[in-house]
């Protein structure tokens, strides 16, 4: 992209953005809430098959 003009290159990164964030999402923590889980918890209890133990 460096032979581009520096007036196209600064538009496109106007209507673009960052092309490549600094942090990728699964770089990022997870932000699981304490009902969230439980809730998950509950659904896989009601919904593991016989066979998996419990």
Known sequence: MSEL???VRRRL????????PEI???EQED???PA???RDEAWY????PPH???
């Open 36 to 38: 969230d889980r439980d």
């Open 13 to 20: 990164a106007e209507v673009f953005g960052e092309t490549l």
């Open 5 to 7: 003009p520096d007036r």
């Open 31 to 33: 932000e699981v809430r």
């Open 45 to 48: 209890r009601e919904n593991r």
């Open 24 to 26: 990728t999402r699964d």
């Open 52 to 54: 998996h133990g419990g």
